[in-house]
């Protein structure tokens, strides 16, 4: 089968790339996505890559990554003057003179024009806020099958209506799409074995972190991490910490943003992380990229009690629970003491996701899937 895998990046992450790499700009795009996708973002190429190692073709898009886009452009021969044709002439016209790259219909055209070449079965959303229902109407004669994934917080229903089939890795959201009429699979998320490859051990070996981040949609979170970070010292990383109160525990022992392999660095050179679900979202139920991506690179994890987590960990043997602040930073402090028992649940819990929750894994599981709705 051929995959068109559509996925859109936090602009921060995106302009830190352009400005941090010297060559970023001056190579071609299959150069650039190289460049990009090492930095282990998200879900970065994991699908693709998986997928194609499975046997199958598969291109990853980032669908607002300016950069990236226009190179794609400029190395298929596509000019300005092409855009201009496939496009609202004097909307561009505006657009370039206000010196923005592209607008939001800019990267609509390119990727109409990327899928328009790659000619796909399958046209894989993920991240499906950043897809018009407008633009899904165009795209859908061009592939198979529309495949949606989504696990934020959901917009009205009829939003779904066009899509062939939404995946979800919360199992009550796949409930709820059923109930309404929509096709609907669970699927989970996972960890990408690679990223082992790219990690070493540091001198500033860390006790306790907790990396994401702090906006209004975290404050739950954020005051659950605030009681405990003045029980047990927490390093922490993540961005919209300005949505903090300015004696917010969380703003003394923050250590800026982290990303990407450096995130996956931070993590690996701790002992223990904590992670905590948004619950209007979640709602009884575990499903979270901390849950793979801690216990991948081999740190304890201490998460918030779910039903169907011992689906994908045994808890107290290969990850731990808490109920409440208390709780939690009872467990840190117990860990912190009982380094051997703390070593083992976490050498447990990488052996668990390195055998079942790696991205290969996921990408034979996706294809069983999509093979019953093609």
């Known amino acids: ?53 499975l046997g199958h073709e598969a291109q990853d898009f980032v669908i607002n990554n300016q950069y990236l886009q226009k190179k794609w452009l400029v190395d298929h021969d596509l000019s300005y003057n092409k855009i201009l044709e496939l496009f609202d002439k004097n909307r561009i016209l505006r657009t370039l ?16 024009a990327q899928i328009k070449e790659y000619r796909p079965d399958v046209i894989y959303i993920q991240l499906m806020a950043h897809i018009s229902p407008v633009f899904l109407k165009k795209i859908k004669k061009y592939c198979k099958l529309l495949v949606g994934q989504i696990a934020c917080p959901m917009p009205s229903l009829n939003y779904f209506k066009d899509y062939d089939l939404i995946l979800s890795s919360l199992p009550n959201y796949v409930e709820k799409f059923k109930k309404a009429g929509i096709k609907s699979e669970y699927f989970k998320l996972g960890f990408e074995k690679e990223v082992l490859n790219n990690l070493s051990k540091k001198d500033n070996f860390f006790d306790v972190v907790h990396i994401g981040g702090y ?31 300015s004696e917010s525990p969380i703003r003394k022992k923050i250590h800026g943003e982290s990303w990407g392999v450096n995130m996956f660095e931070t993590l ?37 009690e779910k039903k169907n987590l011992s689906e ?55 294809i069983k899937i999509i093979e019953n709705y093609l």
Request: glycine share 4%; with cysteine.
């Open 1 to 53: 089968m051929k995959f068109v895998i559509l996925n859109s990046d936090y602009p921060v992450f995106i302009e830190s790339v352009a400005k941090q790499d010297t060559s970023f700009l001056s190579v071609t795009y299959d150069e650039q996505t190289k460049i990009y996708f090492d930095k282990f973002f998200g879900t970065a190429n994991f699908y693709s890559k998986n997928l194609c190692l």
């Open 97 to 112: 003179k206000r010196k923005f790259y592209f607008s939001s219909d800019w990267y609509y055209k390119a990727i109409l």
């Open 215 to 245: 906006g209004p949609v975290h404050n739950e979170r954020n005051a659950l991490l605030e009681k405990v970070s003045k029980i047990v010292p927490i390093d922490f990383w993540g961005y919209g910490v300005n949505n903090l109160s």
């Open 268 to 304: 690996y050179n701790s002992k223990i992380t904590m992670t905590k679900h948004i619950d209007s979202v979640a709602g009884e139920y575990a499903n979270n990229m901390t849950l793979f991506e801690a216990t991948g690179v081999g740190t304890l994890l201490i998460t918030d």
């Open 312 to 366: 994908l960990f045994k808890i107290g043997e290969e990850v731990v629970t808490y109920k409440n602040a208390e709780d939690l930073a009872d467990k840190i402090k117990y860990y912190l003491d009982h380094e051997e028992e703390r070593k083992k649940i976490a050498l447990a819990g990488q052996r668990r996701t390195l055998t079942e929750h790696t991205y290969t894994n996921r990408m034979q599981e996706l």
